[in-house]
């Protein structure tokens, strides 16, 4: 009975060894293929629980997620020849899994090194037809999106990998480039200032010239505006005058005479000397009374 039950448990360890190695689990996030002595009998094997014959074949599993693959910054040459560096990245995935193991067996570095002298022509053929704005800021989205579409194909067909975005990160001028380019803008810069400065000067002189225009019209108009007033005051003093003078000439001479005199003498030093028989003696003697 010993003998028996011992006997079982080695056939059950036996089974279960046998059974741990001929079932496997592929993740949601994993393709894998099945090789039988190192030559690909199954490929493409999907997520779930598969069965393989222990020793005979052998699983390889790889990360079916979309991995990044990030570019080592490079010089290219636009259309008009001038030198810009490149900062970029690439999005991609496994999207055959059995040509993407004969071209990288399966490693993730080698898929790299392949992709990146690929992606490195691209940019390098895609900048050199176009203009240094246009790369700048005209028509980067257009570039990544024919790069991605022309590129996909080819990794497709050669490697199994699926390009799903390549990605310009920044674009920079090379330092001699940069410092040429700053002195271009200042010079420019300057010269816009020059203009505004000139066209700021012809501006304020106008202003002015017209501003002193503007100054005499109205004083012209005002003096004109004054000596009309002042006409009509001397005429209008004119005429209450000449009525009070009809009214009682007698005293309005008198008056004057009053004003001449005060006039004449505004000052205590002042002498007048006068005839015996002059009109003012006589006019006094008439207007004094007879004693």
Known sequence: ???????????????????????????????????????????DIQPGLHFKIPVLNTIRKFDARVLTMDARPQRYLTLEKKAVIVDSFIKWRIANVQAYYEATSGDELVASRLLAPRVDEGLRNQFGERTMYEVVSGERDEIMTELTSKLNTITKAELGIEIRDIRVKRIDLPPEVSHAVYERMNTERQREAREHRSQGKELAEGIRADADRQRQIIL???????????????ATAASTYAQAYTQDPEFYSFVRSLEAYRNTFNN?????VIEPDSDFFNYLKQASPAK
Do not use: C
């Open 1 to 43: 009975m010993q003998s028996k039950s011992f006997s079982a448990l080695i056939l059950i360890a036996v089974l279960a060894l046998v059974a741990s190695n001929s079932l496997y689990i592929v993740d949601e996030t994993e393709r894998a293929i099945k090789l039988r002595f190192g030559q690909i009998v199954e490929s």
């Open 268 to 272: 205590r030093d002042d002498i007048m």
């Open 220 to 234: 012209a108009e005002a003096f004109r505006e004054s000596e009309r007033i002042r006409g009509e005051g001397d």
